[in-house]
T-cell receptor, first 116, second 111 residues
Framework: ETGVTQTPRHLVMGMTNKKSLKCEQH?????MYWYKQSAKKPLELMFV???????ENNSVPSRFSPECPNSSHLFLHLHTLQPEDSALYLC???????????????FGEGSWLTVV | DAKTTQPNSMESNEEEPVHLPCNHS???????IHWYRQLPSQGPEYVIH???SNVNNRMASLAIAEDRKSSTLILHRATLRDAAVYYC????????????FGTGTRLTVIP
């Protein structure tokens, strides 16, 4: 138990569906992140939020839409995805945005997404 | 382009020490060296980090070369639960809010 909870753990969706991934952190952190992990590739940072404000968007397609209603919750809304978007989506949090090299990031267990 | 270089895989016998190497020849003077590991079907978890001096915690030890261009994660007695992918990480200077994970070292522990 890392203090970062992701739901659902597994999701299968069609290319025309709309679904959402949810993340909740119980650590009192101010920063939250979405990462994507595809097979045989390094983790890719998608979005960074600090105190509910998006501070980084790494050229992610608009079919991925993040939402951070408060500092404890983070959503990733999914719409008209492609099969190549199938991957493990990881949520993470840290005390502050990772500007300081000494910060530690805490990851959730991830949501396995399959687009059919 | 990778900021760190690690062997793709390593094996260790159970109960024996494991030394996982990492090269980071382009490290800047203020960058911490982080190690995370990812067990099967889980998200990465923090192991240890350091700047210049060697570090110890309950999970592992981190030995940092004097020139800081390489480091070694030391698991003192490998257990089957230590089988994972181990990532040596630097802060990604192209994005101040990111860690660059690379592809890591897959550690297999043999009973």
């Amino acid at each position: 138990e890392t203090g970062v909870t992701q739901t659902p753990r597994h999701l299968v969706m069609g290319m025309t569906n709309k679904k959402s991934l949810k993340c909740e952190q119980h650590l009192g952190h101010n920063a939250m992140y979405w990462y994507k992990q595809s097979a045989k590739k390094p983790l890719e940072l998608m979005f960074v939020y600090s105190l509910e404000e998006r501070v980084e968007n790494n050229s992610v397609p608009s079919r991925f839409s993040p939402e951070c209603p408060n500092s404890s919750h983070l959503f990733l809304h999914l719409h008209t995805l492609q099969p190549e978007d199938s991957a493990l989506y990881l949520c993470a949090s840290s005390p502050e945005v990772f500007m300081s090299s000494g910060n530690t990031i805490y990851f959730g267990e991830g949501s396995w997404l399959t687009v059919v | 382009d990778a900021k760190t270089t690690q062997p793709n895989s390593m094996e260790s016998n159970e109960e024996e020490p494991v030394h996982l190497p990492c090269n980071h020849s382009t490290i800047s003077g203020t960058d911490y060296i982080h190690w995370y590991r990812q067990l099967p079907s889980q998200g990465p978890e923090y192991v240890i980090h350091g700047l210049t001096s060697n570090v110890n915690n309950r999970m592992a030890s981190l030995a940092i070369a004097e020139d800081r261009k390489s480091s070694t994660l030391i698991l003192h007695r490998a257990t089957l639960r230590d089988a994972a992918v181990y990532y040596c990480i630097l802060r990604d200077l192209t994005g101040a809010n990111n860690l660059f994970f690379g592809t890591g070292t897959r550690l297999t522990v043999i009973p």
